[in-house]
């Protein structure tokens, strides 16, 4: 059982305050009756809660895709300029939401968020060995000598990478998929193959790829079949 004010609030649209106006005005049913206070204890698995006759879904948690834009940091406290949380648009903002793994600054690409510890402790459990697919762009053209070496795994100073598969694309883009996630990891396996990344875009995570019609720097809910694909991750 779970406090009416709260539960509503915990899906984000509505503030505590918010529910307690709507409350008093009128306008929140539970099971149909007019809801009399906004502390009335509620069961969360089986109410039908509706704010002017339209029923709230309530979601146990929530699971965001976005595209991150260029200039976002994915971490979440101590560094200046912006956050890819503050990309949330306001109407699905909750308390708890992260990301679920991180991508550097100038990385654009598919990012998951959500208030889901859990599961993102799944997906980026690095003995999980999920796939994460980048297509790259370099300042030279890729070689079949870099497809050997990434296959081989790339000394770092912290340890041989494990193994990388490069598929070498048109002019000076690849893609590279990684089954672990270290610090600057692309960008560190081309620097010791002689190479710069001028360009690094997370396509996929697993089997949910990035859909094409999601804009950079847009974000939206994951849809049911999506959410499965991504939980076939784990
Ligand atoms: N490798 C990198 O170098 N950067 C990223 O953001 C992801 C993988």
Redesign the pocket.
């Known amino acids: 059982m779970e406090r009416l004010d709260k539960l509503i609030a915990s899906q984000g649209k509505y503030s505590r305050k918010d529910v307690k106006q709507l409350v008093a005005r009128r306008r929140v049913t539970v099971d149909g009756g007019v809801a009399k206070s906004a502390d009335v204890k509620v069961d969360e698995t089986k109410a039908i809660i509706a704010i002017d006759g339209i029923p709230l879904t309530i979601k146990k948690n929530l699971y965001l895709l976005l595209n991150k834009p260029k200039g976002y940091v994915s971490s979440t406290e101590g560094h200046d300029g912006a956050y890819v949380l503050e990309l949330v648009p306001e109407e699905l903002y909750r308390d708890g939401l992260f990301p679920a793994g991180r991508?550097?600054k100038d990385?654009t690409g598919m990012m998951i968020i959500t208030d889901d510890g859990q599961m993102a402790h799944r997906i980026l459990a690095p003995k999980k060995h999920v796939k994460k697919k980048?297509l790259v762009t370099l300042d030279v053209p890729p070689t079949e000598e870099m497809v050997a070496k990434f296959k081989e795994g790339i000394s770092l100073s912290e340890g041989l990478t494990k193994p990388a598969e490069m598929e070498i694309l048109e002019e000076n883009t690849a893609y590279v998929t990684l089954v672990e996630g270290r610090y600057?990891?692309?960008?560190r396996m081309f620097a010791s193959c002689g190479a710069t990344v001028v360009g690094?875009h997370r396509v996929s995570m697993g089997n949910l790829a990035l859909p094409d019609d999601l804009p950079v720097g847009e974000m939206r809910e994951l849809t049911e079949e999506e959410l499965k694909l991504l939980e076939e991750l784990v």
């Open positions: 991508l550097d990385t980048y600057h990891q692309i960008k690094l």
